[in-house]
């Protein structure tokens, strides 16, 4: 995060530096939460590969039919139905890798997933942005890259992402403008949508541009990642399916995730729609190792539940909460590393969006997520990127970046001597062990207002999400793109435009 200086309330602010700096590379200390006994775990297990084996999964794409098939699998070219033998299942398990190094432009933001690692990735895909002072609006590319700007500027904020949808921007050039402005906004790895193989194969050389390798170095270093979802219940469509095969043949990372609505797309208990998803990763993750053997992959989750009155979808929900511990214990079943979200169904940055929102960050880093996707932006229920939203999101994980720091506990940090120079009756404001501390003893925030009432009154009495407004527009107005070598940033430039002279490359459907 950039350094900030304001007054505070109750402290210095010398070491807020330091303090974003620890944001990087987050390692959660923290038993993961199980609300599944052993034998619950394996059974689900169980029930997800008898339901690949003997229903399957429709597979749209002939490519994935046909790489499958040369696997092993039974496939019913008439009716598209896939079958998975438990046992290729397991033999493609077997071969993914525990953690993967994302390696970023500068390497000071490559980022861990797996282990005990945490990777923060900003709200990605809403057609619409929204703020204070324009209100709800399609997304624009003007948008896109203001986004890409904020998500660089917080460093607990680890990769970029596809944050809104530039819709003024024709869908066949789209990827190449995402492209550019997360590889010249930012240093940190970026999102690509999977939308066929000639729009993935711009950008992979996009990347390689950026990286300045070729096409062989690009197969064993994961510089960028996407999220490939199923449809379902038990379907893989052309993009999803081709995305998972692009991915996995050029080594960089994709995320299997279904996306589950109990009582709706899924069984309405938790563990039907739980074994639901846990058998379409199964199938995601064992397709990418068909592909390539070793191939960076993830386990994800996205299982919440529907409002039975309306049929909306519903997150945050304390059902949202269980169900993504459930999804951490089964991933950790199969030994992948396990993506996660944050998520409302609010429909403006208030508090229905953080308290949902913070339901959810409980669920995923309470239940031992690697990667939470979505942790900032997402509002609507994933139609609107608001930037008032991320402000407030960006609040939340930095307060959880702090619980994840360890706490000293030395006899020094005890502080005896402390309580002797304070005495019976004494404050500790002044002491020796206070004034060497008081700093960076304790978390300055960036949203929460801590003054009291009148002092925050006589100064306009701003609400956190106004606020919020008032810090994405400084850190827009102060932001200082990353260093990038001027021949690299022509090559790519002088690639988007030929590529858009040649009419982009159309998406697959």
């Avoid at 639901?276 to 064992?286: C, M, Q, R, S």
């Avoid at 609507?380 to 706490?407: R, Y």
């Avoid at 999400?465 to 994405?472: G, Y």
Wanted: negative net charge; contains cysteine.
């Amino acid at each position: 995060m950039r350094a900030r200086r304001r007054d505070s309330h109750r402290a210095g602010t010398v070491g807020q530096t330091e303090r974003s700096l620890r944001y990087r590379s987050l390692v959660n200390p923290f038993e993961p939460v199980r609300v599944f006994s052993d034998d619950q775990v394996e059974s689900m297990h169980l029930a997800a590969l008898g339901m690949l084996e003997r229903q399957g999964m429709r597979v749209l794409s002939p490519r994935g039919r046909a790489a499958l098939a040369s696997a092993g699998a039974k496939v019913d070219e008439s009716s598209q139905m896939v079958h998975l033998d438990p046992g290729l299942v397991s033999t493609a398990l077997a071969t993914v890798p525990p953690e993967v190094n994302l390696i970023a432009r500068n390497p000071l933001r490559s980022s861990i997933v797996g282990g005990r690692h945490v990777v923060f990735a900003p709200v990605a895909g809403p057609p619409n942005a929204s703020d204070l002072q324009r209100g709800k609006r399609s997304g624009s590319i003007a948008d896109f890259r203001d986004f890409v700007r904020l998500a660089q500027a917080f460093d607990v904020i680890h990769v970029l992402g596809q944050m809104v949808e530039p819709q003024d921007v024709a869908v066949s050039e789209r990827h190449l403008e995402t492209t550019l402005a997360q590889l010249t906004l930012g240093d940190k790895v970026p999102y690509f949508y999977c939308r066929g193989e000639a729009q993935l194969a711009d950008c992979f050389a996009m990347v390689r541009i950026a990286h300045g390798i070729d096409e062989a170095t690009l197969r064993w270093e994961p510089l960028c990642y996407t999220i490939c979802n199923t449809n379902s219940p038990l379907q893989l469509d052309v993009p999803m399916t081709d995305g998972i095969i692009d991915f996995a043949a050029n080594g960089q990372l994709v995320i299997v995730t279904p996306f589950t609505l109990a009582g709706a797309m899924a069984p309405i208990t938790i563990a039907g729609a739980l074994t639901l998803a846990h058998a379409e990763a199964l199938f995601g993750i064992t397709l990418a190792q068909i592909i390539q053997p070793g191939a960076p992959v993830m386990y994800g989750s996205f299982t919440s539940n529907v409002d039975m009155k309306s049929g909306s979808p519903a997150f945050g929900t304390p059902e949202y909460t269980k169900a993504a511990f459930g999804a951490g214990q089964l991933a950790r079943r199969i030994g992948v590393p396990w993506r996660c979200s944050s998520a409302t169904a609010a429909n403006a940055p208030d508090a229905q969006a953080a308290y949902e929102s913070q339901m959810s960050l409980w669920g995923a880093l309470l239940g031992g997520c690697n990667f939470v996707l979505h942790a900032a932006g997402w509002l609507e229920g994933g139609l609107t990127a608001s930037f008032e939203k991320f402000i407030l999101d960006v609040e939340m994980l930095q307060m959880f970046a702090e619980i994840f720091q360890p706490v000293p506990a030395s006899t020094e940090d005890i502080g005896i001597e402390a309580v002797a120079e304070a005495g019976p009756g004494g404050h500790f404001f002044a002491t020796a062990h206070t004034m060497k501390r008081y700093r960076d003893a304790f978390y300055i925030p960036l949203v929460s207002d801590w003054r009291n009432f009148g002092a925050w009154s006589d100064d306009g009495a701003k609400t956190a999400t106004e606020r919020a407004c008032s810090l994405w527009r400084d850190t827009l107005a102060s932001f200082q793109p990353p260093t990038m070598d001027p021949d690299v940033h022509q090559a790519l430039t002088e690639f988007v435009e030929r590529r858009r002279g040649e009419g982009g490359a159309p998406p697959v459907s």
